[in-house]
């Protein structure tokens, strides 16, 4: 992300990288004042990867280069500092809470980044993880709950209850290599389905209570909001290729047919006219074996067992969230699999509460091929960039962002410290994220007068040895 001033206001360019299991697509959006505008777009098919997690770096790195070369060159940028998407593949998450005490009874940010924290340090996460996320979704002052945002507020108290969420360190440590390799900073890392949910939810739905699903090529990502908090996540490695995978063997046809049959004839809700007709499609084994003759009931019944499979499985996962019946605002389907004709029908079916299908919120610049669903995950990183994410959340790079920052803010905070809690030691460790709080002035002055008591204990310790030293000269 390159920043620069023009007058008054505040320009950024920023690169969102979406590393799906079947597509690589890199956006490049300028934004001024916190609105996105699209200036290049660049995709490539994914290689080096399956199921959302690297399988070759080298391959991968290649795959990722190629799309942000093509975005570069729409551009006309030479960009290299990217918010880059992570599958829920790599993930686990867990909740906990903290509290503090507020001895001066004011709730800042400063307070409420020291809750986030202690919650963190509370909680236990393994060694092999590293944390990506850390979302509040319910503060508590006083006595009072569920207290929306306590910024301003007044209390002696304050409790904060997180989702965390970690990635394996040798995974992450994959994608960070294969993103190095292609000459790419990271800025930022972001779960594929917060960013999904950024980029198709609205405020209503999530205030309502709402579970956002990406289901993609090789992947589904659940998010659940209530309240407008993220509140649960969860994975599951199925997707569209699967039914590809499902054609292939049981119309004993090539994959590339398989996937052209679903493309073309693929769908739920067929006429029993329809399902009576025969297509023609070649065999596996060259372009000598025989073509044979298959009804399109087959293909209705194999695409159909594969999205009721998948489907079930999802709506198992919602029940072991406990919150399906604070989903108010329903269930929002998006990603490329919910193409499929029908699926909306029997998803809502199974699911038993209203759902619909989603395209990514149209922002300025949209170019055609990044309207449909599949790229919702791009958009999101997009609009994470530029400011919309929840109210309060601890980033991938240990920085604390809250919706009402201002962008000129966090430049000139720079320089400033925020105590990061390592869970696996008994001390808190400093680092120097971007985003920290600075002292206040009435901080710094009470630091500095400790500073000026110390120097003064020093010198008169300093003269008492002075006098003691004269006096044994002058004995011996």
């Not at 003064?456 to 003691?468: C, G, L, P, S, W």
Request: aromatic share 6%; hydrophobic share 35%; with cysteine.
């Amino acid at each position: 992300m390159e920043t620069n001033y023009k007058g008054s206001e505040l320009e950024q360019t920023i690169l969102g990288i979406d590393i799906g299991s079947t597509k690589i697509c890199a956006v490049i959006a300028n934004c001024k004042d916190g609105i996105p505008h699209i200036i290049g777009t660049g995709f490539h098919k994914s290689q080096g990867l399956k199921k959302g997690t690297i399988t070759n770096i080298e391959q991968a790195s290649r795959a990722i280069k190629e799309a942000v070369n093509d975005a570069r060159r729409v551009a006309g940028t030479t960009s290299n500092k990217a918010t880059v998407s992570i599958s829920g593949a790599y993930t686990k998450s867990t909740d906990n809470s903290g509290i503090v005490n507020i001895p001066n009874n004011e709730i800042g940010i400063k307070e409420i980044n020291r809750a986030i924290q202690t919650a963190l340090y509370n909680a236990t996460i393994p060694n092999e993880y590293e944390v990506i996320h850390i979302l509040p979704y319910n503060f508590k002052l006083d006595d009072q709950d569920f207290i929306d945002d306590p910024m301003g507020m007044t209390g002696n108290r304050l409790e904060v209850s997180v989702r965390i969420i970690t990635a394996q360190k040798s995974s992450l440590g994959n994608l960070k290599k294969a993103i190095k390799a292609a000459g790419i900073e990271i800025q930022n890392i972001v779960l594929a389905s917060y960013a999904s949910s950024i980029a198709v939810l609205s405020e209503d739905e999530k205030n309502l209570g709402v579970a956002c699903i990406d289901m993609g090529g090789s992947t589904c990502e659940l998010m659940i909001h209530v309240g407008n908090s993220l509140r649960y996540n969860d994975f599951l490695g199925v997707g569209s290729n699967h039914i590809t995978n499902d054609l292939a063997m049981a119309l004993h046809t090539p994959q590339a047919i398989a996937e052209q049959i679903k493309i073309q004839y693929g769908g739920l809700l067929k006429s029993q006219e329809e399902s009576e007709n025969l297509i023609e499609i070649p065999s596996i084994g060259g372009e000598d074996s025989p073509k044979q003759q298959v009804s399109l009931s087959s293909v209705y019944n194999v695409v159909y067992a594969r999205v009721e499979e998948t489907l079930v499985i999802l709506e198992k996962s919602l029940e072991r969230s406990n919150l399906k019946e604070q989903l108010g605002g329903g269930i929002v389907l998006t990603g490329g699999m919910v193409q499929l004709e029908g699926l909306r029908d029997l998803a809502s079916a199974l699911f038993g509460i209203p759902t619909r299908i989603a395209k990514p919120i149209e922002i300025n610049g949209l170019f055609t091929d990044l309207k449909g669903p599949e790229c919702s995950t791009a958009i999101g990183l997009i609009l994470y960039a530029s400011g919309k994410y929840t109210n309060y959340e601890i980033d991938s790079e240990k920085r604390i962002r809250y919706r009402s920052e201002k962008l000129e803010e966090n430049l000139r905070q720079f320089h400033t410290h925020i105590p990061i809690v390592n869970p696996s030691l008994d001390k808190p460790t400093i680092h120097n994220p971007v985003n920290s709080v600075p002292k206040s002035a009435s901080d710094i002055k009470q630091d500095l007068s400790g500073i000026t008591e110390i120097k003064k204990i020093t010198a008169r310790n300093d003269n008492i040895f002075v006098r003691v030293w004269q006096k044994l000269t002058q004995i011996f």
